[in-house]
């Protein structure tokens, strides 16, 4: 069993989840994290000090991480548009 709690790409592991990390990328007052509650992977997105403004939910952690994955782009996406 594989005990690392992060892939060599530097995202968290299916291991680090079961241990209760948590994986969040903050830009420009924006956030999206990700994280396992039972055998659900949440993905959330939102404003900094507010609630969430999308929260998905998956089954599995690779539709979970190209989830997230597709956020965090979106939001580096906008940060280049607005600088």
Known sequence: ???SFYNKNGQLSSYGFNCSY???F???NQYVEMYKEHTVYHVRYGV???K???WLTYDLLSQA???YNNKVSQLKKASK???
């Open 1 to 3: 069993m594989n005990t």
């Open 22 to 24: 948590v994986e969040r």
């Open 26 to 28: 903050e830009l420009n």
């Open 48 to 50: 900094s000090n507010t």
């Open 52 to 54: 969430y403004t999308e």
């Open 65 to 67: 991480r190209k989830s």
């Open 81 to 83: 548009l607005i600088n």
